[in-house]
């Protein structure tokens, strides 16, 4: 009984790195790729600014993409300076009602 319990405990810790380290490689991928859209996010939201803001804030056009690489995972986390605007309602139906 005791020869089966130690051949079970032995293959089991024999196989656990392996899924450690797929675990941990798919971690890797998923912080990287989260990452990856938080900095092209920032990116999106500092190049929507106009250039005037930008030199206000200290950041000339061309170097947003060089400013927001040495951002840090917390500078990232951050939201967008202004919400989304919303989309314009196209049905022209207070249009028509004026005419």
């Known amino acids: 009984m005791s020869s089966c319990i ?4 032995l293959s089991q810790t024999a ?3 392996v899924e450690v380290k797929k675990l941990n490689l798919l971690l890797r ?3 990287s790729a989260v990452k990856n859209w ?4 920032m990116i999106a939201a500092l190049a929507a ?3 005037r803001i930008l ?3 200290g950041i000339p056009r061309g170097e947003i993409e060089r400013v927001v690489d040495g951002f840090d995972a917390r500078e990232l986390r951050m ?3 202004a919400p989304e605007p919303e989309k314009l309602d196209t049905s ?3 249009f028509r009602r004026a005419a």
Not at 6 to 9: E, N, P, S
């Open 6 to 9: 130690k051949q079970r405990t």
């Open 15 to 17: 196989e656990r790195p």
């Open 29 to 31: 991928w998923w912080q």
């Open 38 to 41: 938080q900095r092209r996010r």
């Open 49 to 51: 600014l106009d250039d």
């Open 55 to 57: 030199m206000d804030i």
């Open 79 to 81: 939201p967008p300076l």
């Open 92 to 94: 022209y139906a207070e």
